[in-house]
C-alpha cells in the first residue's frame, strides 16, 4: 500500500469532519456569513506567511535538485498564486493591503503554524511534509467535493474559493507533496512510518480547529475587543 493510502486511512475520521463543518457547508452552499469569512482571510493570509517559510525549509533540506525545484514551485505557487486570491478578497472586504499584512495571530494559528515550524527545523524533510500535507491535499479534497455542488463555483462571493481550491494546477501541488511523501517512505522502519503519521494526524486536527476558529472568530480570550 502507498504510505500516503495509509495516511489518508488514518485520518479519514478527522478529513471527513472537514466536510459536515459549517464553515466549509457555508462556502458550498453560499450561506458563510461574511464576518467569519473575513476573520478566515485574514487568519489564513498569515498561516500562508509561515506556510510559505516550510516550502522554503523544504528546498533547503532537500536531497537533489529535482526536490529542490519541487519546493521552489511550492513556494512560488502559494506566495504569487495562492495569497493573490487572499488579496483579492480583502479587497472586497474592505481589509486595507497594511492590516492584513499585520493581523494578529489567533492562539490556533500561532499553534498550528509554530508546531509545523517546529517539527519541521528539528527533523527531516519527511517530517517537514507529513507537517505541510494535510493542509494542502484536504484543501484540493475540499475544493473538489464543494466545486461537486451545484452552483457553487459560480457563486458570486465564494465562488473564486472553491475554483482555486479545486483547481488542477492546486491539485499538481498535492500530488508533487503526496509523490514526495511515498518517495521518502520507503525503506523507513515502522517505527519512522508512525512518527510521520503521527505528525500527518496531529496537522490534520489543526485543519480542523482552523475551521472552528475561523467559525467562531477565535481570538484570545484575555483579550476582550
Ligand atoms: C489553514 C489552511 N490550510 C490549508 C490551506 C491550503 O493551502 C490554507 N490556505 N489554509
Same mark, same amino acid.
Given at each position: 500500500?502507498?504510505?500516503? !493510502?495509509?495516511?489518508? %486511512?488514518?485520518? &479519514?475520521?478527522?478529513?471527513?469532519? @472537514?466536510?459536515?463543518?459549517?464553515?466549509?457547508?457555508?462556502?458550498?452552499?453560499?450561506? /458563510?456569513?461574511?464576518?467569519?469569512?473575513?476573520? @478566515?482571510?485574514?487568519?489564513?493570509?498569515?498561516?500562508?506567511?509561515? *506556510? =510559505? +517559510?516550510?516550502?522554503?525549509?523544504? =528546498?533547503? &533540506?532537500?536531497?537533489?535538485?529535482?526536490?529542490?525545484?519541487?519546493?521552489?514551485?511550492?513556494?512560488?505557487?502559494? /506566495? !504569487?498564486?495562492?495569497?493573490?486570491?487572499?488579496?483579492? @478578497?480583502?479587497?472586497? /472586504?474592505?481589509?486595507?493591503? %497594511?492590516?492584513?499584512?499585520?493581523?494578529?495571530?489567533?492562539?490556533?494559528?500561532?499553534?498550528?503554524?509554530?508546531?509545523?515550524?517546529?517539527?519541521?527545523?528539528?527533523?527531516?524533510?519527511?517530517?517537514?511534509?507529513?507537517?505541510?500535507?494535510?493542509?494542502?491535499?484536504?484543501? *484540493?479534497?475540499?475544493?473538489? +467535493?464543494?466545486?461537486?455542488? /451545484?452552483?457553487?463555483?459560480?457563486? %458570486?462571493?465564494?465562488?473564486?474559493?472553491?475554483?482555486?481550491?479545486?483547481?488542477?494546477?492546486?491539485?499538481?501541488?498535492?500530488?508533487?507533496?503526496?509523490?514526495?511523501? !511515498?518517495?521518502?517512505?520507503?525503506?523507513?522502519?515502522?517505527?519512522?512510518? &508512525?512518527?510521520?503519521?503521527?505528525?500527518?494526524?496531529?496537522?490534520? &486536527?489543526?485543519? @480542523?480547529?482552523?475551521?472552528?476558529?475561523?467559525?467562531?472568530?477565535?481570538?484570545?480570550?484575555?483579550?476582550?475587543?
Amino acid at each position: 500500500m502507498l504510505f500516503t !493510502n495509509r495516511l489518508y %486511512e488514518k485520518a &479519514k475520521y478527522i478529513w471527513d469532519q @472537514y466536510y459536515k463543518h459549517p464553515f466549509v457547508k457555508g462556502i458550498g452552499d453560499g450561506t /458563510l456569513d461574511i464576518d467569519k469569512f473575513r476573520f @478566515y482571510m485574514e487568519q489564513d493570509y498569515l498561516y500562508l506567511i509561515d *506556510y =510559505s +517559510r516550510l516550502f522554503a525549509l523544504g =528546498s533547503l &533540506k532537500a536531497p537533489d535538485l529535482e526536490t529542490m525545484t519541487v519546493f521552489a514551485n511550492l513556494l512560488h505557487s502559494t /506566495l !504569487n498564486d495562492e495569497m493573490e486570491l487572499h488579496r483579492q @478578497y480583502a479587497e472586497r /472586504l474592505g481589509i486595507p493591503r %497594511e492590516k492584513l499584512e499585520n493581523t494578529k495571530p489567533a492562539p490556533t494559528t500561532l499553534a498550528y503554524t509554530g508546531y509545523m515550524l517546529n517539527i519541521s527545523q528539528r527533523g527531516s524533510l519527511a517530517d517537514l511534509i507529513a507537517a505541510v500535507l494535510p493542509c494542502t491535499w484536504s484543501y *484540493y479534497e475540499i475544493g473538489l +467535493r464543494l466545486n461537486q455542488i /451545484l452552483g457553487a463555483s459560480e457563486h %458570486e462571493f465564494y465562488g473564486e474559493w472553491v475554483k482555486m481550491y479545486a483547481s488542477e494546477e492546486f491539485g499538481q501541488l498535492a500530488e508533487w507533496l503526496k509523490n514526495l511523501m !511515498n518517495k521518502l517512505a520507503e525503506g523507513k522502519t515502522e517505527q519512522e512510518l &508512525k512518527e510521520l503519521e503521527d505528525i500527518f494526524l496531529t496537522t490534520s &486536527k489543526f485543519e @480542523y480547529m482552523f475551521w472552528e476558529m475561523s467559525y467562531q472568530k477565535q481570538m484570545w480570550p484575555t483579550d476582550k475587543e
